[in-house]
Structure formats: C-alpha cells, structure tokens
C-alpha cells in the first residue's frame, strides 16, 4: 500500500512537473536577466488553455504589429470570410448614339485596399481595367468625381510618427484609394547622376525636389514628403552604378485615384477633357445609372495581407470598413477601434485596460499584456473562423515576416504567428508545435531594449526553443 502511495505521488508530481516546467521559466527568466529590455512572456496550452509560462505577462507594453492578430480577428469576426468590396461607378447624364458619355462619373469607393496588383500578378491596374471594360465609351464630356463618403475624412489613425508618414507603411487612408496610396519611385545611378522615374505614368500629381548624390561609399537613404503636400524631397547618397526603389505615400488619396484613372483612360484612347472633383456627401445612388463594378478578393484572402504581411494600410482600410457596418454609419478608426474592443473583451481581455490608438500596431500608444494575447490565441481555436485566421499567419522559415527567421532551427514549421516591430518594441505572438506533440499559444513582447533587433530576435528563438523541448 505504501509503494502504491509512493507511485502515485511521483506520477502527481511527474505530472504537474511537465505541466508547469518551472525549469523552462527559470531558463527564460535567466536569458532576459542578462537583457536591459523590459519583457512580457507568456506560453499556454493552447487545446487547454492553461498557462504554462508567465513572465511580467500581466505588464502592459507596446505591441507593435502583434495587435494586428486582434485586429484582424475582431475584422473577420464581424465581416465573415466571403465579405469582399464593390467599387462602383455611376453616370448622371446618357450615352449618345456614337459611344460619347454626356455628363459626369462618379467613383465610388467603399474602402477597398486592394487596387495594388497584389492578387493579379502584379497588375496594378486590373481594377481600372475591369471597370473601364465595362464603359464601352469613346469619349467622357463631363468630369470625374471621385466620392469618397464612406469613409470619414480623418486619414491618419491617432499616434502615428510624423517621421513615417513619407513612407510606404504610414499612408493615408481614405475610401478610394489607388497603389497603398503611394508612387513608386525608382533611382538609378548608371548613368552618373541620380535619374529618377516613378510610377504610376510618372505622374505629375507629385514632383520631387532631387538633391540626391553619387559616389558614396554605402547607400543613405532620405525621403521625405513635405506635410500636406505631394511634394517629396530625395538627398539620398547613393554608390555607382546602383538602384534603389522606395514606395512613398501621397495626400488626397482619392484626388490620386482618379487622377491616375483619367491618365488611364488616355492609354486606352478614350477621350476626357473635364474636370477632377471630389465628392465627400453620401447620396442615393439609385437616382444614378450604375455603368460599372468591380470586386475585391475575399476577405478570407485580404486578410493574409494583414498577418502574413503586416500591411498597415490594408489593416486600417479594413477597420474603418467594419465601423461602417456594425454601426450604420461612415468609417472611422474610432468606432473600428470600439468594435475591436468589444470582440476583445469577448476573448477575454480586460477591455477597461486595453488601450488602442490604431489596428495595425504603428502608433506608440497601444498598450496590451503578452498573457492577455497568449490566451486569446488559446481561445481563438474555437472560433467558427479559426481556419480562415490561422491560414493568414506566417509560417517560420517559409513565408511572410517569418520566411527568414527560424530557417536553421528546430522551429522552422512549427511556429505560425506574426512578428512586430517599431522603434523600442520587438514582439512575436502565435502558435507553437512542441516536439512532444504539444500546441502552444505564445506572446513574446520586448519594450525599451537597446541591443539591436537581431540580438532581440536571437532571444526570443532560444525561448521558443526552450518551450519547444520543454513541452
């Protein structure tokens, strides 16, 4: 009877051992002991949701593009994985016996972020293409106004870094948007002299102040767009015989659209000659003749763009976008904020303690707990969507941010999840196949560090390593 006894407290404690595993707690403990970052780390089972590692995780720290993985759960809870967008445009006026359209066109847009040759190899136009097959015309005689109602007219989230708002990450957002809203600018030195060209058409929509230089040593980037203009200043230093391409954001987004769609119809021989307005009252469309639609992918797949990619612009198009239908009213990162607290309080979050300035995790202000996010994933997996949002993540060592992390470890495959970044937080959040078979929710958030990002991503790989054997 004794023996029996013996055997079961060893089995008891055995048990709560490979439970527990304080030893992988103090392993990691004593890896950010040497580090002057401040850490939240937390790990869960994520098939029964208790924890397995907690350090500092009810602390609340700076995100960076993890919150994305809130975000575009809460977009995918409340849009559904077949939402897709409509971009229409309506005529006032008729068509005339010999093809010519008298009067004016309406674009409008619901917030598709898409127009960028993402999800048609690369043709940025395919959405202009679509839409003026289905015109028939051969001559426009009235403007081109762009509606941009659906959403509001603030187009920058609260928070973001006016340092960033000249580059492709920081654009502007806005209901009809065309290329991220940016031009993308290519810079050569073959010739000698930086030579500039940029796309779309070269566009004269923007112009550019070039005191770029050859003949140095390593390349030097500086780009910077003047506030509230579409005027960009280039002094980048740059080797011979060398290339560089940057994504540079503009303003009036929609003024861009269709000055870029007008500069289109001329390639396709279609006459215009009128003027480029802009529109921002919504109206009944059905007092209009609806000439053309064009449609986005699913969500099942823009959402990829949000994880696997970490895109700010398709994040935040898409959050303004369910403000619009959960509360019948325009678009704003306010109310696309409120709906993502109210899913996050749903999935177990202290909604009274989160604090959100955006959806993709670029502005300063967010603040969440590792634990908080570790056990969402936890939750996460019973969620009607749960295949549509895992498919989204990255796959360590095989694509998105993570396609070049993890390549020569024993966790290449076994992590899907999303990295994040800005100056002073480096975050990784996501699911992890121990060896032992285990699955793991993780959150591993680093805030105010001063090594470099490498030597932090080094941290966080021996952690996940350290769980990965441990579990």
């Known amino acids: 009877m004794q023996f029996l ?51 500092n995780a009810k602390k609340r720290l700076m995100p960076a593009s993890n919150l994305k993985l809130l975000t575009s759960a809460a977009i995918l809870n409340q849009l559904g994985p077949d939402f897709y967008y409509e971009t229409k445009i309506y005529g006032e006026g008729k068509l005339s016996s010999d093809d010519v359209w008298k009067g004016n066109l309406y674009i409008v847009g619901t917030g598709d972020p898409s127009m960028d040759g993402k999800f048609t190899a690369g043709n940025r136009f395919f959405a202009f293409e679509n839409l003026v097959n289905q015109l028939n015309f051969k001559n426009i005689e009235g403007n081109l106004i762009a509606n941009d109602a659906y959403f509001d007219l603030q187009s920058l989230p609260l928070g973001w870094s006016w340092d960033d708002l000249s580059y492709y990450y920081a654009p502007e957002i806005n209901a009809l948007s065309f290329n991220d809203n940016c031009i993308d600018l290519k810079v050569s030195t073959k010739a000698g002299k930086p030579q500039i060209t940029w796309f779309p058409f070269n566009t004269d929509f923007v112009s550019f102040i070039n005191l770029q230089s050859s003949g140095a040593a390593e390349f030097k980037e500086f780009y910077r767009r003047l506030a509230g203009t579409n005027l960009i200043m280039l002094k ?79 994040t935040e198009m898409l959050l303004k976008t369910t403000a619009v ?40 202000k967010n603040l969440i707990s590792a634990g908080e996010m570790s056990e969402f994933l936890a939750r996460m997996r019973q969620h009607k969507y749960f295949a549509v949002f895992e498919d989204s993540l990255s796959i360590a060592g095989h694509d998105g941010s993570l396609e070049n992390r993890f390549a020569n470890s024993v966790l290449k495959n076994k992590i899907k999840g999303k990295s994040g970044y800005i100056s002073g937080s480096r975050a990784l959040s996501g699911y992890l196949q121990t060896s032992h078979g285990r699955l793991l929710s993780f959150s591993i958030i680093a805030n105010h560090y001063t090594e470099s990002n490498a030597q932090i991503d080094a941290l966080q790989r021996e952690m996940l390593e350290i769980a990965y054997k441990s579990f």
């Open 5 to 55: 006894i013996y055997l079961f407290i060893v089995f008891i404690i055995s048990s709560s051992w490979a439970f527990q595993n304080p030893l992988a707690e103090n392993q990691i403990n004593q890896l950010i002991s040497e580090n002057n970052g401040f850490w939240g780390i937390s790990f869960t089972d994520a098939e029964t949701g208790e924890s397995l590692i907690q350090v």
């Open 236 to 314: 980048s230093q740059l080797p011979k015989n060398y290339t560089e391409q940057e994504s540079l954001t503009i303003t009036l987004p929609s003024l861009y659209f269709i000055d870029t769609f007008a500069k289109y119809l001329k390639t396709k021989n279609i006459g215009f000659n009128g003027e480029l307005l802009l529109d921002h009252e919504n109206k009944d469309w059905s007092n209009y003749k609806l000439l053309a639609v064009h449609r986005s992918p699913p969500l099942s797949e823009l959402i990829k763009e949000i994880n696997k990619h970490s895109n700010n612009f398709y």
């Open 325 to 364: 239908h959960k509360y019948k009213t325009q678009g704003s990162t306010e109310l696309g904020l409120e709906m993502v607290k109210d899913f996050a309080a749903e999935m177990g979050f202290d909604r009274q303690k989160l604090v959100l300035s955006d959806g993709s995790g670029l502005a300063y």
